[in-house]
């Protein structure tokens, strides 16, 4: 119970940082000249999908340990992990054609980043759907781990292959070899963005964890059926 | 004496596996008839002035192809279910990961043996030269192909013991396949178009690479799978 | 030949096993009798390599090479003829090439399966299914035998046969152990009986000359 406590502290705390966040971007930074102001959901989207991607490899990650040491701590924090992805994938997925629309007149594009997002997401989709198939622990455990090890190992491979279609989509301005190409106060915003995107992961995914450990114990004392 | 005995075990379950196929038959012939259905459909469905044949033809192909490898897929550990001998397999004294070899080899023997009846049909269907560039398409074919199968054999022994298994193997396998695919895709394309061999080294490459990571890989989680 | 200790498994909030430990020797035949859920198919599978126990520990000498499993599931394939499955699980068990059909005429004639040798296992009728499954499960000629419900499903013939075939292999030396829910089946062959109930064996001796009615009612006074 504390640490569903801690975690909706730190998820209340990101989402105002959130807020903050927001107003600063839309009132306290300048506008891109080329994109206008359709540009801001930048700071919104780039960090959920880098939120997203790294859930995945922490999905994959929590998977190997697991396989090895049983523990199913490592079980419950891959599933924790893997819904919180999800949520941030679908985040992507709805602010980029918002952001989208104005700028490229369509409402999808097959461009590289959004695609991506998009494989990603089928990925999680992939793995949640697997766990709620199997009703005995210790097998979705195991299934499960198998499924979040080749999740990650697909995700460089998933890179490669959006990255040969010409895209519609910004290049990278932030993440690139040598420093940021963005100006002083959008950098600012875009990392103050990150910050509170990585709040948002640590929150949720500790309630989620919290959530799942309190759900088990139930279900050992025998009150709620298998979900 | 390991490694030979492994690959002995091996073959003893894909003769096995292709044995009863090649007595049963009908998964082999529904894939066959879908591949012939597809080429015939979409020929006498499309508009000869709207786009042209060598654009949308290495979709076509593929697509053939991997409603092949599901329907193998699918099939392969369903097997040793209806008869119930996966125990039978798990308490010989084998590798567990000649079982995933040998189911790995039977499988892609089935899709194998769908793709060397679609390519000819194809050449004919589609009015495509294929015949000067059979080396290099049977060699990307063959590498895309493992690509997915390698992946597909080893969730199809997961997928197996849940409900809806047919229906969960082919969502779980849609990410997996999409890299492996879209190269294959792309590199028919370019080569049947007849571009320079230089320029589809690339993809030959990155689906080489992808094969030997998710081979590696299944061989390694296979176990997790079928041990309790 | 056969060695479990202190074995402790569990499914879950349910205890399959509960420090079960005994040992058979060649030329012993144990019989576990209990009802349905004791933890018996889990000991055979315990046994036999195919679930690894939560502590303790089970050995069986030569590994699993030198196990041969009869259950109720026949692990033949349908598709197949009697033959070549008995081909395909030989050269699981690395029955040299030499030795094959020698061992596989005379285990079809032992089980009276000579004339179905070549016909496909989906055609048989289900007692020589079970006869099949038993030539298969001998094939590769094991040390021990573990045995889960043989006799469900054979007919009165058959279960005779099988009945047969396992003292004359216990006079060969090999070590067996039975689990059912039927006294009367598995009490003559044993040397051994165990009653097995809520994963703990509740008795465990010799038969000592004990008849199937005796042992039936000792069962019912340990268990009851």
């Given at each position: 119970?504390k640490?569903?406590?801690?975690?909706?502290?730190?998820?209340?705390?990101?989402?105002?940082?959130?807020?903050?966040?927001?107003?600063?971007?839309?009132?306290?930074?300048?506008?891109?000249?080329?994109?206008?102001?359709?540009?801001?959901?930048?700071?919104l989207?780039?960090p959920?999908?880098?939120?997203?991607?790294?859930?995945?490899?922490?999905v994959?990650?929590?998977?190997?340990?697991?396989?090895?040491?049983?523990?199913p701590?490592?079980?419950?924090?891959?599933?924790?992990?893997?819904?919180?992805?999800?949520?941030?994938?679908?985040?992507?997925?709805?602010?980029?054609?918002?952001?989208?629309?104005?700028?490229?007149?369509t409402?999808?594009?097959?461009?590289?980043?959004?695609?991506f997002?998009l494989?990603?997401?089928?990925?999680?989709?992939?793995?949640?759907?697997?766990?709620?198939?199997?009703?005995?622990p210790?097998?979705?455990?195991?299934?499960?781990?198998?499924?979040?090890?080749?999740?990650m190992?697909?995700?460089?491979f998933?890179?490669?292959?959006?990255?040969?279609f010409?895209?519609?989509?910004?290049?990278?301005?932030?993440l690139?070899?040598?420093?940021?190409?963005l100006?002083?106060?959008?950098?600012?915003?875009?990392?103050?963005s990150?910050?509170?995107?990585t709040?948002?992961?640590?929150?949720?995914?500790?309630?989620?964890?919290?959530?799942?450990?309190?759900?088990?114990?139930?279900?050992?004392?025998?009150?709620?059926?298998?979900? | 004496?390991?490694?030979?005995?492994?690959?002995?075990h091996?073959?003893?379950v894909?003769?096995?596996d292709?044995?009863?196929e090649?007595?049963?038959?009908?998964?082999?012939?529904?894939?066959?008839?879908?591949?012939?259905?597809?080429?015939?459909?979409?020929?006498?469905?499309r508009?000869?002035?709207?786009?042209?044949?060598?654009?949308?033809?290495?979709?076509?192909l593929?697509?053939?192809?991997?409603?092949a490898?599901?329907?193998?897929?699918?099939?392969?550990?369903?097997?040793?279910?209806?008869?119930?001998?996966?125990d039978g397999?798990?308490?010989?004294?084998?590798?567990?990961?000649?079982?995933?070899?040998?189911?790995?080899?039977?499988?892609?023997?089935?899709v194998g043996?769908?793709?060397?009846i679609?390519?000819?049909?194809?050449?004919?269907?589609?009015?495509?030269?294929?015949?000067?560039?059979?080396?290099p398409?049977?060699?990307?074919i063959?590498?895309?192909?493992?690509g997915?199968?390698?992946?597909?054999?080893?969730?199809?022994?997961?997928?197996?013991?849940?409900?809806?298994?047919?229906?969960?193997l082919?969502?779980?396998?849609?990410?997996?396949?999409i890299?492996?695919?879209?190269?294959?895709?792309?590199?028919?394309?370019?080569?049947l178009?007849?571009?320079?061999?230089?320029e589809?080294?690339?993809?030959?490459n990155?689906?080489?690479?992808y094969?030997?990571?998710f081979?590696?890989?299944?061989?390694?989680?296979?176990?997790?799978?079928v041990n309790? | 030949?056969?060695?479990?200790?202190?074995?402790?498994?569990?499914?879950?909030?349910?205890?399959?096993l509960?420090?079960?430990?005994f040992?058979?020797?060649?030329?012993?035949?144990?019989?576990?009798?209990?009802?349905?859920?004791?933890?018996?198919?889990t000991?055979?599978?315990?046994l036999?390599?195919?679930?690894?126990?939560?502590?303790?520990?089970?050995?069986?000498?030569?590994?699993?090479?030198?196990?041969?499993?009869i259950?109720?599931?026949?692990?033949?394939?349908?598709?197949?003829?009697?033959?070549?499955n008995?081909?395909?699980?030989a050269?699981l068990?690395?029955?040299?090439?030499?030795?094959?059909?020698?061992?596989?005429?005379?285990?079809?004639?032992?089980?009276?399966?000579?004339?179905?040798?070549?016909?496909?296992?989906?055609?048989?009728?289900?007692?020589?299914?079970?006869?099949?499954?038993?030539?298969?499960?001998?094939?590769?000629d094991?040390?021990?035998?573990?045995?889960?419900?043989?006799?469900?499903?054979?007919?009165?013939?058959?279960?005779?046969?099988?009945?047969?075939?396992?003292?004359?292999?216990?006079?060969?030396?090999?070590?067996?152990v039975?689990?059912?829910?039927n006294?009367?089946e598995?009490?003559?062959l044993?040397?051994?009986i165990?009653?097995?109930?809520?994963?703990r064996?509740?008795?465990?001796?010799?038969?000592?000359?004990?008849?199937p009615?005796?042992?039936?009612?000792?069962?019912?006074?340990?268990?009851?």
């Amino acid at each position: 119970m504390k640490m569903l406590q801690v975690g909706r502290w730190i998820t209340a705390i990101g989402l105002v940082l959130l807020v903050g966040v927001y107003v600063r971007a839309l009132s306290f930074t300048p506008i891109e000249q080329s994109q206008g102001l359709a540009q801001k959901i930048f700071y919104l989207h780039v960090p959920a999908a880098i939120w997203a991607e790294t859930a995945m490899i922490l999905v994959g990650l929590a998977s190997v340990f697991y396989l090895f040491t049983k523990d199913p701590r490592l079980d419950r924090f891959a599933a924790s992990s893997a819904e919180v992805g999800t949520v941030f994938c679908a985040i992507v997925l709805t602010t980029g054609p918002i952001w989208g629309k104005p700028i490229w007149g369509t409402w999808w594009t097959w461009d590289a980043r959004l695609t991506f997002t998009l494989f990603l997401f089928l990925l999680y989709v992939g793995y949640l759907l697997l766990r709620s198939a199997i009703p005995d622990p210790a097998m979705r455990a195991r299934y499960a781990a198998v499924l979040g090890i080749c999740g990650m190992c697909e995700v460089p491979f998933i890179h490669l292959s959006v990255y040969m279609f010409p895209t519609l989509h910004p290049m990278p301005i932030v993440l690139q070899p040598g420093r940021p190409k963005l100006p002083g106060d959008m950098l600012t915003t875009w990392l103050l963005s990150l910050g509170v995107f990585t709040l948002l992961y640590v929150g949720f995914v500790v309630q989620r964890y919290a959530l799942s450990y309190l759900r088990e114990q139930l279900e050992a004392a025998g009150e709620v059926g298998h979900a | 004496m390991r490694s030979p005995s492994l690959l002995r075990h091996a073959w003893a379950v894909a003769a096995k596996d292709l044995l009863v196929e090649f007595r049963s038959r009908t998964a082999i012939l529904s894939a066959a008839v879908f591949v012939v259905l597809v080429f015939v459909v979409f020929n006498f469905g499309r508009d000869p002035t709207a786009v042209s044949n060598v654009d949308l033809a290495p979709s076509i192909l593929w697509v053939t192809f991997t409603f092949a490898a599901i329907l193998a897929l699918n099939r392969a550990f369903q097997l040793e279910l209806e008869n119930q001998a996966l125990d039978g397999l798990l308490l010989a004294p084998i590798e567990r990961s000649s079982i995933y070899l040998g189911k790995l080899i039977a499988n892609l023997g089935f899709v194998g043996t769908i793709e060397l009846i679609g390519v000819p049909l194809f050449a004919l269907f589609f009015n495509v030269p294929v015949l000067p560039y059979l080396l290099p398409l049977a060699l990307l074919i063959a590498l895309a192909t493992v690509g997915f199968v390698a992946v597909g054999t080893l969730f199809s022994a997961m997928t197996v013991r849940t409900r809806f298994a047919e229906l969960l193997l082919p969502v779980l396998l849609l990410p997996f396949m999409i890299p492996p695919l879209s190269w294959a895709v792309l590199a028919t394309g370019r080569l049947l178009a007849g571009r320079p061999l230089s320029e589809i080294v690339g993809w030959l490459n990155m689906l080489a690479v992808y094969d030997v990571v998710f081979v590696t890989l299944a061989i390694l989680l296979f176990p997790a799978t079928v041990n309790e | 030949m056969l060695l479990a200790e202190g074995l402790r498994h569990s499914f879950g909030a349910v205890r399959a096993l509960d420090d079960v430990s005994f040992s058979v020797q060649p030329g012993q035949t144990l019989a576990v009798f209990g009802p349905n859920g004791a933890g018996k198919t889990t000991l055979l599978k315990v046994l036999a390599g195919l679930v690894q126990p939560q502590h303790g520990r089970a050995q069986v000498e030569g590994g699993r090479r030198a196990i041969g499993w009869i259950g109720h599931q026949p692990q033949l394939y349908g598709q197949l003829t009697v033959r070549e499955n008995l081909r395909f699980w030989a050269s699981l068990y690395d029955v040299p090439e030499s030795e094959f059909p020698r061992r596989k005429d005379s285990l079809l004639v032992r089980l009276g399966l000579q004339d179905h040798e070549h016909r496909r296992v989906s055609e048989l009728s289900r007692g020589l299914v079970q006869r099949a499954a038993i030539a298969r499960a001998l094939i590769h000629d094991p040390r021990v035998l573990l045995l889960d419900e043989p006799f469900t499903g054979l007919d009165r013939m058959a279960a005779e046969e099988l009945r047969e075939l396992l003292s004359e292999d216990a006079a060969e030396g090999r070590a067996s152990v039975l689990v059912t829910h039927n006294v009367d089946e598995g009490a003559e062959l044993a040397t051994h009986i165990a009653f097995m109930r809520a994963g703990r064996f509740a008795h465990f001796a010799p038969r000592a000359g004990r008849g199937p009615e005796q042992v039936g009612e000792d069962y019912r006074n340990a268990i009851a």
